[in-house]
């Protein structure tokens, strides 16, 4: 396994709306090299062109700094969002030492392919809720920044472009 780099904002590759994934060795792969980097970052969540590969992977643990892990392998993930709008504090690992309240769905109806190329279809709330629509985002192109109203963003840009 290898530990990638993660690409930091304003790198043009997290602007990118990425390309579908099929599951196999080089996925596979992949997902190993998502997890080993975000669990030494360390992370909850990670998506593929956060170290610069434009494939609709992400993978996430939630809890494992808690001592129950818990990964997820999500391969082209599509989601229905359902529930309240919360605002909650969200972290980045391409967008380091700086936190941002994004408002987001409770529940995430996620529908996604596994490493082993099935189907699957979980309901998430909580912090996996929110954890996956974070990297989803990141599929898509959208940032935390991207989620910010414009006199949020332009406050969050300026504290981050401030930091040593």
């Keep these: 396994m290898t530990r990638a780099a ?4 304003p790198d043009p590759r997290l602007s990118k709306v990425c390309a579908p994934a099929t599951p196999g060795p080089d996925v596979a792969n992949l ?15 990670l998506a ?36 309240d709008v919360v605002s909650s504090t969200e972290g980045c690992l391409s967008i380091p030492g700086l936190t941002t309240d994004v408002a987001r769905k409770t529940r995430a109806v ?11 279809r979980v309901t998430l709330t909580g912090a996996e809720a929110i954890c996956a629509q974070h990297e989803a985002d990141h599929l898509d192109g959208i940032v935390t920044f991207d989620r910010l109203s414009a006199p949020d963003r332009m406050r969050a840009v300026s504290d981050y472009e401030a930091l040593p």
């Design 6 to 9: 993660i690409l930091r904002w």
């Design 31 to 45: 997902a190993r090299d998502l997890f080993e980097t975000m669990y030494a970052a360390p992370g909850r969540g």
């Design 48 to 83: 593929a062109p956060q170290i610069g590969v434009l494939l609709r992977v992400f993978v996430m643990d939630v809890t494992w700094k808690e001592g129950t892990p818990r990964p997820w392998v999500c391969i082209n993930p599509e989601l229905r969002l359902e529930g």
């Design 110 to 120: 996620m529908s996604y392919t596994d490493l082993a190329g099935r189907h699957q």
